[in-house]
């Protein structure tokens, strides 16, 4: 029992003591707590104050700003109104002024006037008095006056305009001469006029017996099928390819070149060979015409132009290569034309096509000038491209200035010596005549002017024309030849009709 009330009793003092020992604990933070408060309010206010504080001296700095800038701005204004009276006392000043001027030039027009007066009094008593003298009128002295000054105005000036004239025809004179001199010599190229053969290098003497062929096969076949004469001589390690056209003769050079690379040289190669050099050609042509159009500096023209231009290079007229003519003219038309400041370029693309007619008037019915026309129109070329092209041999009007620059090149690029040869074209013409005549026949599938213009070959369709029918085509030309060209001694009309059976093994 006492045991229980101890424990009883030990409780309640355990709890009693836990009780006040909380309270203890709790009145400890509490003043803590309080005092954090107190110390954070005292912050607060000390941090207000300084706040405060600063925004008064903000307000003063601010206050005083502006009362300077109400200084400055007032002074600015006392300036302003004191330049602005200044003024005004100039502006009374000068009005004052310019009253007395206008009270002053009213004295002294009214003088003005007064002597005016006496003038005339004293004009009208000299003119009566002269009048008197003279013994005429006042307007017949002044149309006697007139009459002589006339006269010996219209003498001086005659004098003036004749001498203006020889003065200006001979500066125009020396400065033309001086433009072609410049022109000419800053473009200097070598002339060489075209012949009507090549030489053909052979790497060695035996390969003539090869293109010689079995009975003259070989080169029968290639005769016939580029249209040239192949010339075998004693010459060692060469041989002649003889024709009027530059390309057949081209051509016939690669085909040569070809064969030998080969080694195989029969009728069957040659066809093949030569078809490959008559595409190599078109290849080649295409690089010519480019390469004269970068040399000229021209950008613009379409890729058939640059082939028809291409085409000139193996074109030639009196002897002289067309194309190296053409670009010859583009150097000299383009120097000309900037010396009297013309259009350069118009000037430079109209001598380069100006014989670009040529390209196909074997083709082609028609003059070079209206051939070189239409393709320049149907290639959408610059009109005045056409007008300043289409006067150089004078069949049109010169349109433009630039027509005189291309007709003036045209003349010295031909004239110039050693450029052309007249007889070698005129031979060259009459190769071409004889060709065509040949060829107008119905039945002949080519036709080829060979020895030099002495002996014209006609390849006929077989199934047009029989055996008996090719000699009556070699008279009907021979005639014809006979009626329409003059010639040295005699052409032999040579008529090969040949006939193949082609089948096939499948």
Do not use: C
């Amino acid at each position: 029992m006492d045991q229980n009330l101890l424990l009883a009793g030990g409780l309640l003092f355990g709890l009693v003591a836990g009780y006040f020992i909380r309270q203890a604990i709790s009145v400890r933070k509490a003043n803590s707590l309080e005092q954090k408060i107190r110390s954070q309010v005292k912050e607060a206010k000390d941090e207000a104050r300084e706040i405060i504080l600063t925004a008064k001296d903000k307000a003063a700095e601010t206050f005083e700003e502006i009362k300077k800038e109400e200084l400055g701005r007032q002074d600015k204004l006392d300036k302003r109104e004191s330049y602005l009276m200044n003024k005004e006392e100039q502006l009374e000043k000068q009005t004052q002024q310019l009253g007395e001027r206008g009270k002053q030039l009213e004295k002294e027009r009214g003088e003005l006037a007064g002597l005016q007066e006496e003038t005339k009094r004293l004009w009208e008593e000299a003119k009566q008095r002269l009048e008197k003298t003279a013994g005429m009128s006042a307007d017949e002295a002044r149309n006697h006056l007139l009459e002589a000054i006339k006269r010996d105005y219209d003498k001086n000036l005659a004098q003036a305009v004749q001498r203006l004239e020889k003065d200006y025809r001979d500066e125009v004179e020396k400065k033309t001469l001086e433009i072609i001199t410049t022109a000419l010599q800053r473009y200097a190229r070598t002339h060489i006029a075209e012949l009507t053969t090549s030489f053909f290098t052979l790497p060695n003497e035996d390969l003539k017996g090869k293109i010689i062929g079995r009975e003259g096969r070989n080169i029968k076949t290639l005769e016939r099928l580029t249209g040239v004469e192949v010339i075998v001589d004693e010459t060692p390690e060469s041989i002649v390819i003889s024709s009027f056209d530059p390309m057949r003769r081209e051509i016939a050079k690669l085909a040569l070149e070809r064969l030998i690379r080969d080694g195989r040289i029969q009728p069957a190669k040659i066809e093949e060979k030569v078809e490959e050099a008559r595409q190599e050609i078109n290849k080649r042509i295409q690089e010519i015409g480019e390469a004269a159009v970068y040399e000229l500096g021209i950008v613009d023209f379409p890729k058939e132009i640059i082939q028809l231009l291409g085409r000139l290079h193996f074109r030639t007229s009196y002897g002289q290569n067309v194309l190296q003519h053409s670009i010859e003219m583009g150097h000299i038309a383009g120097m000309i034309a900037a010396e009297l400041n013309l259009d350069v370029g118009i000037a430079k693309k109209a001598a380069l096509v100006h014989d670009i007619g040529k390209a196909i008037d074997h083709e082609v019915e028609g003059t070079h000038i209206e051939l070189g026309r239409k393709l320049l129109k149907k290639y959408n070329i610059d009109e005045r491209v056409i007008k300043a092209m289409e006067a150089h041999h004078d069949d049109y009007p010169h349109a433009i200035p630039e027509a005189f620059v291309v007709t003036a090149a045209d003349v010295l690029s031909g004239a110039r010596p050693g450029a052309r040869r007249d007889t070698v074209e005129n031979y060259l013409k009459r190769l071409e005549n004889l060709e065509k005549i040949a060829a107008g026949f119905e039945g002949v599938k080519s036709a080829y002017a060979i020895s030099g213009g002495r002996e014209i070959r006609l390849f006929v369709v077989p199934e047009k024309i029989d055996d008996f029918g090719a000699f009556q085509l070699a008279r009907d030309v021979a005639t014809k030849i006979q009626s329409e060209l003059n010639y040295p001694g005699e052409i032999k009309v040579n008529v090969i009709r040949e006939m193949r059976a082609v089948e096939y093994a499948r």
